[in-house]
């Protein structure tokens, strides 16, 4: 069981809701107001927990589980012990994240500390939090059941939907959210971009006059960076996941689920697709096309625009299988060296 003092828990599921929250397919003749009370591992669980097995490394320590139920893909049907209920999934990391978010559910109490800082212009939805030492500034428009937690900064003109949350010491400016939009611990959103015009006189600053638009259920990660547009706007899609330490410069426009992993860097006016996703430190030069569905493995370089559904490696980035055959070129080279 997860520490109680960090998490709200939800007393109780029967196993039809559980069915229908996870998206899983239950046996047949099983006894559907059976009563499960959390989610634990294959080597802790209980009778009255549910588990989930979905990758090759556990499917022994699956075969000994106490768990009640378990989330598991069909092909793991015959390691599941008799007496555990299989919980078949065509996603059994999906269902196990739906299935542990309603029993450890995002809960928002509506308190407004009297040591927030609220312009009186600023426009709040029901059920906010707003934490002490915050700052929201005019103008700003809240959905409902918002989270801004201590010291972080909405900066004037702000609009955020419901059920977001901000993280402590975050700021948010210039900047035009949708709704479940989670805003990690000291990421700043809306700040300039990194905008100047180089001259034999020294750099001339260039005023950035865009905004960042964030569609709906969208994370940036702690100590990430988004500027706004210098002329338009930096756009991140609904449902993409940011990771921490990332940088996503002015007039980026990320599409769909797009999923960029800690301490990638996007140079200006980047254009991504759709599903694009980038492993840790990976680096995007200016002004790129990358198209939908690439995937870019960790700390590759590119610099130039990549096909819809390209998997490259490398830096300066190659596709997979060119990177491969460079790899086992040079290890044959340096045994002939020898």
Same mark, same amino acid.
């Given at each position: 069981?997860?520490?109680?003092?960090?998490?709200?828990?939800?007393?109780?599921?029967?196993?039809?809701?559980?069915?229908?929250?996870?998206?899983?397919?239950?046996?047949?003749?099983?006894?559907? /107001?059976?009563?499960?009370?959390?989610?634990?591992?294959?080597?802790?669980?209980?009778?009255?927990?549910?588990?989930?097995?979905?990758?090759?490394?556990?499917?022994?320590?699956?075969?000994?589980?106490?768990?009640?139920?378990?989330?598991?893909?069909?092909?793991?049907?015959?390691?599941?012990?008799?007496?555990?209920?299989?919980?078949?999934?065509?996603?059994?990391?999906?269902?196990?994240?739906?299935?542990?978010?309603?029993?450890?559910?995002?809960?928002?109490?509506?308190?407004? %500390?009297?040591?927030?800082?609220?312009?009186?212009?600023?426009?709040?939805?029901?059920?906010?939090?707003?934490?002490?030492?915050?700052?929201?500034?005019?103008?700003?428009?809240?959905?409902?059941?918002?989270?801004?937690?201590?010291?972080?900064?909405?900066?004037?003109?702000?609009?955020?939907?419901?059920?977001?949350?901000?993280?402590?010491?975050?700021?948010?400016?210039?900047?035009?959210?949708?709704?479940?939009?989670?805003?990690?611990?000291?990421?700043?959103?809306?700040?300039?971009?990194?905008?100047?015009?180089?001259?034999?006189?020294?750099?001339?600053?260039?005023?950035?006059?865009?905004?960042?638009?964030?569609?709906?259920?969208?994370?940036?990660?702690?100590?990430?960076?988004?500027?706004?547009?210098?002329?338009?706007?930096?756009?991140?899609? %609904?449902?993409?996941?940011?990771?921490?330490?990332?940088?996503?410069?002015?007039?980026?426009?990320?599409?769909?689920?797009?999923?960029?992993?800690?301490?990638?860097?996007?140079?200006?006016?980047?254009?991504?697709?759709?599903?694009?996703?980038?492993?840790?430190?990976?680096?995007?030069?200016?002004?790129?096309?990358?198209?939908?569905?690439?995937?870019?493995?960790?700390?590759?370089?590119?610099?130039?625009?990549?096909?819809?559904?390209?998997?490259?490696?490398?830096?300066?980035?190659?596709?997979? /299988?060119?990177?491969?055959?460079?790899?086992?070129?040079?290890?044959?080279? %340096?045994?002939?060296?020898?």
């Amino acid at each position: 069981m997860a520490d109680t003092r960090f998490f709200h828990k939800k007393e109780q599921l029967t196993l039809a809701e559980i069915a229908q929250i996870g998206e899983v397919t239950l046996p047949e003749g099983v006894d559907e /107001t059976c009563i499960f009370t959390d989610v634990a591992a294959l080597d802790s669980a209980t009778e009255n927990d549910i588990s989930w097995a979905f990758i090759p490394a556990v499917r022994e320590t699956l075969k000994k589980t106490k768990a009640g139920a378990v989330i598991v893909p069909e092909k793991f049907l015959e390691y599941v012990p008799n007496g555990v209920i299989a919980l078949i999934s065509q996603d059994a990391h999906r269902s196990y994240g739906l299935i542990a978010s309603a029993f450890y559910p995002r809960v928002v109490e509506g308190v407004i %500390s009297p040591r927030a800082n609220i312009d009186e212009t600023a426009i709040l939805g029901e059920g906010c939090c707003v934490e002490a030492g915050a700052y929201i500034g005019k103008h700003v428009v809240l959905g409902n059941r918002c989270h801004i937690k201590a010291n972080a900064v909405i900066d004037d003109g702000v609009q955020m939907g419901d059920d977001c949350t901000v993280g402590a010491n975050a700021t948010v400016s210039h900047c035009i959210a949708g709704h479940k939009v989670y805003i990690y611990p000291g990421a700043h959103i809306g700040q300039d971009g990194f905008g100047f015009a180089m001259s034999a006189k020294g750099p001339v600053k260039v005023p950035q006059l865009g905004r960042v638009i964030i569609g709906d259920d969208v994370e940036i990660g702690s100590s990430t960076t988004v500027d706004r547009g210098a002329m338009g706007d930096t756009v991140i899609g %609904s449902g993409s996941r940011i990771d921490n330490l990332v940088q996503v410069a002015h007039n980026v426009k990320l599409g769909r689920c797009c999923v960029m992993v800690s301490q990638v860097g996007i140079a200006g006016s980047c254009e991504f697709g759709d599903f694009v996703v980038a492993g840790g430190q990976v680096g995007f030069a200016g002004h790129l096309k990358i198209g939908t569905g690439a995937q870019i493995a960790a700390q590759s370089g590119l610099m130039e625009d990549v096909p819809a559904g390209s998997i490259l490696m490398g830096s300066p980035a190659v596709p997979r /299988t060119e990177y491969m055959r460079q790899v086992i070129a040079l290890r044959q080279l %340096s045994k002939k060296k020898k």
